[in-house]
């Protein structure tokens, strides 16, 4: 069973800077990209950012170009989201995700989610 875990998440300073990690777990299993949604408060949820896992082309949300930044580290499992410069309004509930093929028009696995809260 494949398993998503953020971590990284908590309160930063609008300005500040701020690294989440996603590390997958579960044995083997497709994956074609891995990136970043967020949800605010009764907001939907929103795309933030994706990484193609094996190319490591970036693709971001216009919100978050030039400030955030996705990598991943393939030996580890893991995805990462750097958030530079971030603002109150990127204060949201970010989940990690996992697109199993280039067909995958959304999400096959999610994490549970952690919290980034930024005060101006």
């Known amino acids: 069973q494949v398993q998503l875990v953020e971590s990284g998440g908590g309160l930063v300073q609008a300005g500040g800077s701020l690294r989440l990690s996603c590390a997958a777990s579960?044995?083997?299993?497709?994956?074609?990209?891995m990136g970043w949604f967020r949800q605010a408060p009764g907001k939907e949820r929103e795309f933030v950012g994706v990484?193609?896992?094996?190319?490591?082309?970036?693709y971001y949300a216009d919100s978050v170009k030039g400030r955030f930044t996705i990598s991943r580290e393939i030996a580890k499992n893991t995805v990462y989201l750097q958030m530079n410069s971030p603002k109150p309004e990127d204060t949201a509930i970010y989940y990690c995700?996992?697109?199993?093929?280039?067909?995958?028009?959304?999400?096959?696995?999610w994490g549970q989610g952690t919290q980034v809260t930024v005060s101006s």
């Open positions: 995700a996992v697109y199993k093929s280039s067909i995958s028009s959304s999400p096959d696995y």
């Open positions: 579960g044995g083997t299993f497709n994956r074609h990209r």
């Open positions: 990484v193609n896992w094996s190319l490591g082309r970036t």
